[in-house]
């Protein structure tokens, strides 16, 4: 089992008013401009409902690019525009380069702006110009009721999804009884309706709802929207992405990190930490209402921009080689894309 060590980020307020007075700093909000650049918007909208729900009130949204402290383009990967071309031609970042950011969810990002990114790996991520980071939504709209139910769990571990990683592979050969492993590489979630993912999403959450421990395994990107709805859900996820990078905002050790060549392990391990689930769980659960529920998202988006804003301009020069991880990084996306294409997925 791997121990996780959180790392403590101050925003400007906290590093300029150490010290002093708290009703003072809180007064100080940052204002955020929050945009796209392009027509769909739902990472955008996710996040904009959520400073709508915002508890906290440190941040808020500022509707003049021109005024706000920060601008975040919030975005998700563009197939019909890999390089982000409107992305980097859009006219605020070349009118406010020194607080230009972006959101980035891309299974495989490269350096393309200052900002929150949830793959970046480990190899890659620059402390002067990223932030590692949560989804900002999770779309099985039955995992929020899975901490409400009283159900004595009928499974040591969980695991459904696609082989989208050769570390899944090795989790489908887990010999246990007391778990339930699945492939469901046969369903892709892009393209069904939505009877059949109402079916889908129900069946998922009932499985995870009935698990003491959730496995987590990276697919294409370091990390994946299951270890978030397993926080959600308060149950103890069983992270596998040796080069995930966890958000620092949270203090991860209520979960279990396993190095990918160590999978069999997982049985016997989770076995011996039985008796903890229920209190990891907690602290799972209680990590997600702290920083990654609707009434806390925003500020925590806040308070990951906000430590980036206030680094010296010359801290933000990217590291060499990233522009050759830019081409490497395009060049599978474009042929994951193709072959998806020919697949008929």
């Known amino acids: 089992m791997s121990v996780f060590t959180s790392i403590t980020f101050l925003s400007r307020n906290e590093e300029d008013h150490a010290g002093c007075d708290p009703s003072e700093t809180a007064s100080k909000l940052m204002k955020l401009f929050l ?26 949204v500022c509707d003049d690019a021109a005024e706000a402290e920060a ?48 793959c970046m790996t480990r190899k890659h991520l620059n402390l002067k110009r990223h932030r590692a980071f949560a989804y900002l939504s999770t779309p099985n709209p039955f995992i ?44 892709n979630v892009w393209r069904t309706d939505s009877r059949e993912m109402e079916i889908r999403g129900k069946e998922y959450a009932d499985i995870l709802a009935a698990s003491q421990f959730v496995l987590c395994p990276r697919g294409i990107g370091t990390s994946s929207i299951r270890l978030y709805e397993t926080l959600e859900a308060g149950r103890v996820p069983v992270i596998v992405s040796d080069h995930w990078v966890p958000p620092p905002e949270t203090d991860w050790g209520f979960a279990i ?4 060549r160590r999978i069999r392990s997982i049985p016997g391990l989770l076995k011996a930490l039985a008796g903890e689930s229920k209190d990891r769980g907690a ?14 998202l925003f500020n925590t988006v806040g308070d990951s921009v906000e430590s980036l804003l206030y680094l010296h301009t010359d801290d933000r020069i990217p590291k060499p080689g990233a522009h050759l991880h830019k081409w490497l990084a395009t060049g599978e996306l474009l042929t994951r894309t ?6 008929g997925d």
């Open 35 to 60: 945009t796209s650049a392009y027509d769909t918007h739902t990472g955008l909208d996710t996040l904009r409902r959520c400073a709508r729900l915002d508890a906290l009130g440190r941040h808020q």
């Open 71 to 118: 601008i975040l383009f919030v975005e998700n990967t563009q197939f019909d525009d890999v390089f982000f071309k409107s992305l980097l031609n859009h006219p605020l970042i070349a009118q406010h380069p020194d607080k230009v950011f972006m959101y980035n969810e891309m299974d495989r990002p490269w350096d393309l702006l200052p900002g929150l990114y949830c």
């Open 144 to 187: 929020g009721e899975i901490h409400k139910q009283p159900i004595e769990p009928r499974w040591l571990y969980s695991f459904m999804g696609s082989m989208s990683h050769a570390c899944r592979r090795p989790i489908m050969r887990l010999k246990s009884s007391d778990g339930y492993v699945r492939d469901t590489s046969d369903f």
């Open 257 to 260: 990190q396993v190095e990918e």
């Open 283 to 296: 602290a799972a659960r209680e990590a997600w209402l702290h920083s990654y529920a609707p009434d806390t």
């Open 338 to 343: 193709a072959a998806q294409r020919l697949r």
